[in-house]
């Protein structure tokens, strides 16, 4: 079946850090990714869209400049936390549309992200 | 009010019990996810629906579009079925539920 990998799948790095997650389908085409962030026994709050070949769309209150996201190829998008602080620390989740497939949307594992 | 709701927020069972977890939204949409997390954090999309019902193994998920409600329903529940469900609604965006966390006991 279609497989989303995320990667790394857990950081531990020092305030001040930039921290790159990778997100790739591996078996689909994906023109449109999504990131998520999700705080503790909390839903998932959706950070920004990601379309291969164009600018992210951020969602409101997210800062673009903090969270640098590019979708270079149709497979692999990635989320760049830069200067990473203690509160960055959080659960990322990515998620792929598959392109061929009326829409199904498959879920990375996600990214643990802890930064002291 | 949120746009997607859940119930039960939390749902303790024994091993194989019926499980029915409820998702109503109140916007306009054109498919319904339901997605299993696991205590990792790992998610997993175990349907898609636009109308009607799906089955796949031991759970089935239906949708009435014109009561905007869908439920999951696991039969003959086991331990590894714990997890947290969580509906999530697919309008402009996905919007999701705030999860049902199920445990199932031997």
């Known amino acids: 079946g279609a497989v989303v990998s995320q990667h790394p799948s857990r950081v531990i790095c020092k305030s001040g850090t930039s921290v790159k997650i990778e997100c790739r389908s591996l078996d689909f085409q994906a023109t449109t990714m999504f990131w998520y962030r999700q705080f503790p026994k909390q839903s998932l709050m959706l950070m920004a869209t990601?379309?291969?070949?164009?600018?992210?769309?951020?969602e409101q209150g997210v800062e673009k400049d903090k969270f640098l996201i590019n979708h270079a190829s149709l497979t692999l998008s990635t989320l760049t936390v830069t200067s990473a602080h203690p509160e960055d620390s959080s659960f990322y989740i990515c998620s792929a549309r598959d392109s061929g497939t009326g829409g199904s949307q498959h879920f990375g594992d996600g990214t643990r992200l802890s930064i002291l | 009010k949120n746009e997607v709701e859940q119930s039960p927020q939390n749902l303790t069972a024994q091993e194989g019990e019926f499980i029915t977890i409820n998702c109503s939204y109140s916007v306009g949409i054109s498919a319904l996810h339901w997605l299993q997390q696991h205590p990792g954090g790992g998610i997993v999309s175990l349907f898609m629906l636009s109308s009607g019902k799906k089955k796949h193994g031991r759970l089935i998920a239906t949708i009435n579009i014109q009561e905007k409600h869908s439920s999951l329903h696991i039969t003959a529940s086991h331990p590894r079925d714990s997890a947290v469900y969580i509906c999530a609604v697919r309008a402009d965006k996905l919007i999701f539920g705030t999860g049902t966390r199920l445990q199932v006991f031997p």
């Open positions: 990601s379309n291969e070949g164009s600018k992210a769309t951020y």
